[in-house]
């Protein structure tokens, strides 16, 4: 168990919808990654966020969003979804914003139906 | 120049023999190279690391090889065994504030009893 916990485990729902991924980090940790893993694209790192602040971007559609909130518990939100959007989605977290051990959540299972 | 390429995609080896993933890269300021190991169901989980100032590391079985000149490094798995089966991803982080990784496509490694 890596300590970081991720809500829902799996998620169904339909083209066009809105959803929300939510993560808790590891207790002490301030940063909070959000990946995408998918058959055809591996892992693919989307946003990072240090104690509440965003911290670098990477390939995260317009029609996604996340935050950090004070408590350092992080969401992704996902917005008008497509089929293509199905994947699962992880949680990282981190004591700080660079190069350190990231500890992955068991993640969301999303499916676009 | 941000990819990472691993091979091969999948590998089969008997107990007790040695696996190899290789991985490579061409962005020369990646100084960071993490393998994480995922089990079916979990989040992928820091097995080893290195930077560029060693040419290898060594945990138990597990060995990173590393190849400045020729970007490349790869993850040797001595003596594998069946619970090292698994898929093994490779990354890449370059100096700066976040905790960017860049991961490699996977490699589903089965070793058979």
């Known amino acids: 168990d890596s300590g970081v916990t991720q809500t829902p485990k799996h998620l169904i729902t339909a083209t066009g919808q809105r959803v929300t991924l939510r993560c808790s980090p590891r207790?002490?940790?301030?940063?909070v990654y959000w990946y995408q893993q998918s058959l055809d694209q591996g892992l693919q790192f989307l946003i990072q966020y240090y104690n509440g602040e965003e911290r670098a971007k990477g390939n995260i559609l317009e029609r996604f969003s996340a935050q950090q909130f004070p408590d350092l518990h992080s969401e992704l939100n996902l917005s008008s979804l497509e089929l293509g959007d199905s994947a699962l989605y992880f949680c990282?977290?981190?004591?700080?914003?660079?190069?350190?051990?990231?500890?992955f959540g068991p993640g969301t299972r999303l499916l676009v139906l | 120049q941000q990819q990472v390429k691993q091979s091969p995609q999948s590998l089969i080896v008997q107990k007790g023999g040695i696996s190899i993933i290789n991985c490579a890269y061409e962005n020369t300021a990646f100084d960071y190279f993490p393998w994480y190991q995922q089990f079916p169901g979990k989040g992928p989980a820091l097995l080893i690391a290195?930077?560029?100032?060693?040419s290898e590391k060594k945990e138990g079985r597990f060995t990173i090889s590393f190849n400045k000149s020729a970007k490349q490094f790869s993850l040797h798995i001595m003596d594998s065994q069946p619970g090292d089966s698994a898929t093994y991803f490779c990354a890449a982080s370059s100096p700066s504030n976040t905790g960017k990784l860049i991961f490699g496509q996977g490699t589903t490694l089965q070793v058979k009893p």
């Open positions: 207790s002490g940790d301030l940063s």
């Open positions: 290195i930077r560029p100032d060693v």
């Open positions: 990282a977290s981190s004591v700080l914003a660079g190069q350190e051990t990231q500890y």
